[in-house]
């Protein structure tokens, strides 16, 4: 991305021309897998399959680095497969490259950690096909592990350098971790905490100032990603029911019919782009699918075809597992669609062969599979339908438009819903309110904000600004004090209040600078 912003100019039009041609090397791959599968017609199908994906279809257009990632992900598959069927070729290049692709796939994204382990056992198991030949397995290792190093290396030689710790990819996964399993979130799905932004670029640095203000002294991001990869870990002892219950919450996401994205939703989008709004074929169609040809297919089909399914259905469920422990949302999902798409082009075949055949019992249990798949895939958990984010999305952008009558109508219907993110609803609603001195309706809009809310601080901040103006500095001091102690990254609150300390309790404003000073520190 960045090559490409050097060469052209830092326009997103070019990131999404990149992503479409990501989009179409994709399905490239996936038909190159499904021909190795099967038969022409089996990466056909899976190509055209994954063509007509509607998440595919978003995820090859809009500016994110998702398209990056499934490409990575299908090459890596396409090498994982060339070397499980071809076991009596050296394949020392095939895992070189695969220890490439899949170093990549680390670095674009951390969830990828799991798959090292299957790539790595599968370059042993084909050293080990023939004639067990130990030594010829251990080079291939090496090789795996040089082609790792390749890319690895000078990232967490960058990572060394600049905060002075020896760190793989990013520092993130602890709070993450922490995120994705909090027990006070009832929802399988992301959702931000009250002392940190759910701005991207705020959350990981207010992440290490809480960590820091538990512990009692400064820590780096490597520190505080340990602090709070061990506040999660603590759960597994203290609270294990409850973390399992968690648990299966996410698998059942996983399974889930319903697409929950962060930014983008496919639904929402189809009201303004009437593309999206065709009846393409979703996670709900797919997953049956899929699992069905896994099932019928893969596993008790064509004993041909039984080494490279059983290998892609195990890094199938690495993938998976990681999506279980982090986040559950759409484009974390994604790649998943890529084995899914194999599978249900292999399913479908072995379908209509036993049409043709007349195999009723293979097309019973063809249809008893798909259907259970179905009712799996379609049972409702906490969370799904839930379309808040998407709709402050938009109103944020109306909003920087000038159209803030659209925006406000917008921010409304999401207020209504009593969404996860209806809670910025408010406060955007509030701002507005409050910008034209219409207190009652802004103070109504404020009430509506929980105190466990991300917008919370920011529901107190605004409640200070108003006492301001009403001409109650105490009340505003005791405001903007709350607002701190929800969550102690913010410096706009401490701002504020330094100001108004000034003339309401001077004693404090030495201790309040440098508390200041302290947050400060922690960004860049």
């Not at 039009?13 to 990501?22: E, G, M, Q």
């Not at 409304?412 to 819903?417: L, T």
Request: charge should be positive; proline fraction near 5%.
């Amino acid at each position: 991305m960045a090559a490409v912003y050097k060469l052209f100019s830092p326009d997103l039009v070019y990131i999404r021309y990149l992503n479409i041609a990501l989009g179409v090397l994709t399905c490239w791959l996936v038909y190159r897998v499904g021909e190795r599968l099967g038969n022409r017609t089996t990466g056909v199908l899976a190509a055209l399959g994954l063509a007509v994906y509607r998440p595919f279809i978003l995820e090859s257009v809009v500016p994110l680095k998702t398209a990056l990632f499934l490409a990575l992900f299908a090459s890596s598959l396409w090498l994982l497969v060339l070397l499980v069927t071809e076991p009596e070729a050296p394949g020392w290049g095939r895992a070189l490259l695969l220890g490439i692709a899949a170093a990549l796939m680390l670095n674009v994204a951390g969830q990828a950690l799991l798959l090292l382990p299957v790539f790595a056992a599968a370059v042993v198991f084909a050293g080990l096909a023939r004639e067990r030949d130990w030594r010829r397995a251990g080079i291939g290792l090496l090789v795996f592990g040089a082609g790792l190093l390749v890319v690895v290396a000078p990232v967490a030689l960058r990572n060394h350098r600049v905060g002075g710790e020896w760190v793989l990819t990013t520092s993130q996964g602890g709070f993450n971790l922490y995120l994705g399993n909090r027990l006070s979130n009832p929802e399988p799905y992301y959702a931000p905490v009250a002392f940190a932004s759910a701005s991207p670029f705020e959350q990981g640095i207010q992440f290490t100032i809480e960590a820091s203000r538990r512990v009692g002294r400064k820590l780096t991001p490597a520190e505080a990603s340990r602090y709070w990869r061990n506040a999660t870990l603590r759960l597994i002892v203290d609270r294990p029911d409850e973390l399992a219950v968690k648990l299966g919450l996410k698998v059942m996401a996983v399974l889930n019919g319903y697409e929950r994205g962060d930014h983008y939703g496919v639904d929402f989008l189809g009201r303004f782009a009437r593309f999206f709004s065709f009846p393409l074929p979703g996670w709900a169609a797919l997953f049956p699918l899929g699992i069905s040809g896994l099932i019928l297919a893969g596993l008790i089909g064509k004993v041909g075809r039984l080494r490279p399914v059983r290998w892609i259905a195990l890094a199938s469920c690495a993938y998976a597992a990681t999506l279980v422990v982090f986040f559950t949302n759409t484009r974390y999902r994604d790649p998943l669609a890529i084995p899914l798409v194999l599978f249900a082009a292999l399913g479908i075949q072995e379908l209509l062969g036993a049409v043709r055949e007349k195999k009723p019992w293979t097309i019973t249990a063809y249809v008893g599979l798909a259907a259970n798949a179905a009712v799996l895939a379609l049972i409702p958990i906490p969370g799904s339908g839930d379309q808040t984010a998407y709709m402050n999305t938009h109103a944020v952008i109306l909003d920087s438009l000038g159209r803030t009558t659209e925006a406000i109508l917008y921010w409304q219907e999401s207020a209504q819903k009593e969404g996860t993110f209806s809670s910025f609803a408010d406060l955007s609603l509030a701002g507005k309110f409050l910008a034209k001195r219409d207190f009652d309706s802004g103070l109504q809009a404020l009430g509506r904000i929980p105190e466990n809310s991300f917008s919370a601080s920011f529901k107190h901040e605004l409640l200070g600004d108003v006492l301001v103006l009403q001409g109650d500095p105490q009340k505003a001091v005791a405001e903007y004090d709350h607002s701190i102690e929800i969550n102690g990254g913010r410096t706009r609150p401490r701002e504020k209040l330094i100001w108004l300390l000034g003339t309401v309790d001077p004693g404090r404003v030495e201790k309040e600078q440098a508390g200041l000073a302290f947050v400060r520190s922690f960004y860049p």
